[in-house]
Nanobody, 125 residues
Framework: QVQLVESGGGLVQAGVSLRLSCAAS????????MGWFRQAPGKEREFVAA???????YYADSVKGRFTISRENAKNTAYLQMNSLKPEDTAVYYC???????????????????WGQGTQVTVSS
């Protein structure tokens, strides 16, 4: 069982940066792929970024070059550094954990096993 708690959201102006954190419980954090997803009002939840247990990273085209996902296994924490924020980045951001057990990385939310409660990011123009 893994419990995830996000933090770091807020209301910011376009162009600034925010860093989201995802603190995980449990001693097996290093074996999980970690993902960030977001859901804007009236829209479906969408993939943002993922980092494998090995450290490989993957991004949605919409955030590539602006967002960076990372992890500190010693702290059981994953991060999402968001730079050059745009109003269209406004959403509730969720972190999630997926135990792939040798399978390829996934960007599908239904293939993630554990979820945090979400943190709101609002970007004003």
């Amino acid at each position: 069982q893994v419990q995830l708690v996000e933090s770091g959201g807020g209301l910011v102006q376009a162009g600034v940066s925010l860093r989201l954190s995802c603190a995980a419980s449990g001693r097996t954090f290093s074996t999980y792929d970690m993902g960030w997803f977001r859901q804007a009002p009236g829209k479906e939840r969408e993939f943002v970024a993922a980092i494998r247990w090995s450290g490989s990273t993957y991004y949605a085209d919409s955030v590539k070059g602006r967002f960076t996902i990372s992890r500190e296994n010693a702290k059981n924490t994953a991060y999402l550094q968001m730079n050059s924020l745009k109003p269209e980045d406004t959403a509730v951001y969720y972190c999630a954990a997926s135990y792939r057990n040798g399978r390829a990385v996934t960007t599908k939310d239904y293939e993630y096993d554990y979820w945090g409660q979400g943190t709101q990011v609002t970007v004003s123009s």
